[in-house]
């Protein structure tokens, strides 16, 4: 059995197709999760949770208030906290993520950032004595942190935050204060009712000198009471679109003090004197949200494979309307519109994550690297990760809300629970810096790498830009995927030149450096997309010419077609300017004969992923396809549907309508 999903008493609809599989899916969950190792390990994990009762939902996830979704994820997390050692190795981050999601889903909990980015914090900013004191205890989860950076006021122009910190050598500590109502910090996960500690980023001042943004641990509540402590005003910000088990929150300081040794101190150092040390790398202190953007690619490739999921298998036991056959309805699967709005996803889907497990490689080498004092990968990785994250997530977006119209009517239903994936993921846009913001972070290092060339100083170029240095060639599109990254190539250098030229051209036109870049920005962030959307491009072809397995590797350059002629054909207005229409014309052809020939894989190809059922939380997207009954029970569950006539009827309704018959 080459689909190992299938199961007596499924729907007869998805044994078919994934009885049409050609290719191993345990074997295609190893390449997606980087390792035979890993992929055994997550199903272990998901067959031990299945084992443990309590870990599941109490009732459908759709029809809890916000306060019962709070509870509940914190009554899930005290019972995980008993199983913990026995379920994952507590040492393992990809473990730790995996449980997490499978337990608890994706609207948010208590420790959204504690793993994510408070420890990641202390471990990146902390220095050796400050982590044998905390690092421990948080891992140990003795205590709860967060990440508290963004401000009611600003949360793009780090620069301009406003909480300061303010040393006293008389006394050896900081004072935290809050000067503003616009100062309090606004939007950290997990801030508002559960964290009792925070990673909190101020503005520090020594003798009326502003140093700028550091990060200082901070103590927020009573560990015994859970009140907040003197001088601390803590809460949560109210609903969100989505992510509402999350209770993101606000945080004043009223002349808060804290000891010298709270603020991290590997990198930049206060001396009990207040002699200030500056750190290696003027972003070293920006270090945990590019540990969180070099993971995104890899998050929300998830996040619309969840999607695809739910709207894949829908799509295969959905019948409406007919082809050829007039006997039978056909699955909504066949029609080449439900292809073309699924399989190209599917493609980014899996690029994405390849992409996401180089830049988390990345990052971690480059932790590494700071730890042993060279800085020199920051940039790098820095620009990379601020466009890769600006465009998964734009085209994530795109993505699951196609696969929610792909659902028709009951994809607009909680039932499918596409909508709160969809609010979950888009937040992405906005959180670890909005997206126009990061767009135009690597359109900084474009220019400045297009500036090395004409200066003739491309041997200085950085990873990925030797490209910007080469002369446009003849594509030859019958050469295989290889042409078609040359024609983003062309595409990405063009636009690339041609908004520096731009950013040039007005500053020699007069306009000062700042008005000419905002006078180029939209150019700026377009050529920012086509250079990241190259970098997919490159990255998902060398990871599958890298895999030997045959019949996964023919399944994948199958993914790697549908992708390369959908890309190309998405950037048409740029590509006409290397190829010609008529070869537009063929690139189209290709596309729909190369979703014909993914089609019978395509359940096999999300099916891959393993996502659970208890993690997918949707009706439609259940793993046996009995979609029709379910979808039934779950309205019946509705609170709703408890009693048959709802107190606002004999309250309202009914008086009006009795009035009216008067
Ligand atoms: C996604 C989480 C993963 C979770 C996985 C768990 C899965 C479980 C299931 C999923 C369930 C739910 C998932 C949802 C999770 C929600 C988690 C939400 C987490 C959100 C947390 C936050 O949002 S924290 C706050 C983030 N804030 C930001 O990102 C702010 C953005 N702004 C900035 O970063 C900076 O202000 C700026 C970079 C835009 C500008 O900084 P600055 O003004 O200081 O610099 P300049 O622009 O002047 O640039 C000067 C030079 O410095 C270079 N630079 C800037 N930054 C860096 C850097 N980091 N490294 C290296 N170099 C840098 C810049 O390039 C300039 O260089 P030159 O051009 O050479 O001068
Ligand atoms: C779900 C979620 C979770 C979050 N979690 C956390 C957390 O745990 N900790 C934390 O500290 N923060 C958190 N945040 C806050 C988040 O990091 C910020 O909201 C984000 O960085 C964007 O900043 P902003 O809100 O100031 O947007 P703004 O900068 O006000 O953006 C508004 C508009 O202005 C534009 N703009 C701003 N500056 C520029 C510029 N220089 N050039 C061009 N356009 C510009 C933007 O593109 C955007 O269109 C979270 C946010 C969300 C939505």
Redesign the pocket.
Known sequence: MLNKSIMDGDNPDLTEERMKGAFDTDKMAAVIYGSEKFAIRRREITESISRIPQLADSKPFSFMTREEKISESCRKLSVLSEHWNQLIDTNNEEEA?HL??EV?????HAF??H???FIPSLVAQANDEQQEKWLGRAKRREIIGC?A??EMGH?????ALETTATYYPSTQEFILHTPTETALKW???ALGKSSNYAVV?ADLVIRDTHY??HPFMVQLRDEKTHNPLPGITVGDIGPKMA?NG?DNGFLGFNQYKLPRDHMLMRHSRVEENGTYTKPP????G?????K??S??A???G??MVSALVIAVRYSAVRRQGFLDDKSREVKVLDYQTQQHRLFPSIARAYAFIFCGFETIQLYDQLLIDVKNGDTSG??D???LT?GLKSVVTHQTGEGIEQARMACGGHGYSMASYISEIYG??I??C?????NM??L??LA??L??SVELVKTGKSKELGPMMNYLAEPDTQIDLTSGPEAYVKVFQHAARRQVWKATDKFHQLMESGQSRDIAWNNSAVELTRASRLHTRLYIMETFIRRVSSISDVSIKKVLIDLVNVHVNYEVLDIGTYALEHVSSTQLDSIRSQLYSSLDTLRPNAVSLIDSFQISDMQLRSVLGRRDGHVYTNLFEWAKASPLNQTHVLPSVNQYLKPMMDKAKL
Do not use: C
């Open positions: 993520l997490y999601r608890l889903g994706l609207e948010g959204s950032l793993e994510t980015m990440y950076q963004t949360g793009t122009n780090l620069r939007w950290p996960g980023v700028g943004a992510f999350a790398h003027a972003k070293i920006y270090s945990s949200m590019v969180v953007r993971r995104m890899m998050d929300q998830l996040f920051m940039s990785l820095h620009a601020s979950v993921a937040g992405g906005t959180y670890e810096g909005e913001v990061m135009l972070q900084r290092y220019v400045k």
